[in-house]
């Protein structure tokens, strides 16, 4: 996932616009991949998962949208609440018995009233 | 289906004391992960038991270690404690394994003064 410093990246959207979160994940052999949503005071929430063999997989209000030819993941909140605002993991992993998932810095989504 | 759940939520300590936190997974999983997150350095992969075994470690030092019991519920022992070490540390559970869907608890704060 991204690497930033002490501060979160911010992503700030109306209230019932398309939200559209993105992720570079860092590992070309990377077959799996999660987005999790962690509300403040919460341990983050799984949302939505993906394989390598698939570049869009959809839940509800949420799809995400693979790239692997430039390792990029993506996460799109249609007609995003104000009970989206929340910080955002990527996170990869390579399959395995033995294997653990790497997660991003995290991005804060902010939405507007 | 209850969720995960980590006694205590909120911890104080001091310099070179030392730590135990609880984690009971969802009843049916056999993973339990532990994660250390903070601003700085985002989530971080702690150690995975699984079937009572330690199957997987992170980049942490012996200082951090855990135990997994019959029943799945695991517990996380921090000794000699470090100001560094304030942190929220998570505990995930799974059917599966660290590298897979996950399902987090609420986090134990831990703050060393």
């Known amino acids: 996932g991204e690497s930033v410093g002490l501060h979160l990246p911010t992503l700030s959207v109306q209230e019932g616009d398309n939200s559209i979160i993105n992720c570079a994940y860092s590992?070309?052999?990377?077959?799996?991949f999660i987005w999790y949503k962690q509300e403040s005071g919460k341990g983050p929430q799984f949302i939505i998962d993906i394989r390598s063999n698939m570049d869009k997989r959809q839940g509800q209000r949420v799809t995400v949208l693979l790239n692997k030819t430039v390792k990029h993941l993506s996460l799109q909140i249609a007609a995003t609440q104000p009970g989206d605002s929340a910080v955002y993991f990527c996170a990869e992993n390579i399959y395995g018995a033995n294997s653990k998932l790497t997660f991003g810095k995290g991005i804060t989504l902010s939405v507007r009233p | 289906k209850a969720g995960v759940t980590q006694t205590p939520r909120y911890l104080i300590k001091t310099r070179g004391q030392q730590v135990t936190l609880s984690c009971s997974p969802i009843s049916g999983h056999r993973s339990v992960s532990w994660y250390q997150q903070t601003p700085g350095q985002g989530l971080q992969f702690l150690f995975e038991?699984?079937?009572?075994?330690?199957?997987n470690k992170g980049n942490f030092p012996g200082r951090f270690s855990g135990r997994q019991f019959s029943n799945s519920r695991s517990e996380m022992n921090v000794s000699t404690l470090e100001l560094g070490d304030s942190a929220l540390y998570l505990c995930?559970?799974?059917?599966?394994?660290?590298?897979?869907?996950?399902?987090f608890g609420p986090g134990t704060r831990l703050t060393v003064t």
């Open positions: 038991y699984f079937s009572e075994t330690q199957r």
């Open positions: 590992n070309s052999a990377s077959d799996y």
């Open positions: 995930a559970s799974s059917f599966s394994g660290a590298g897979y869907e996950q399902y």
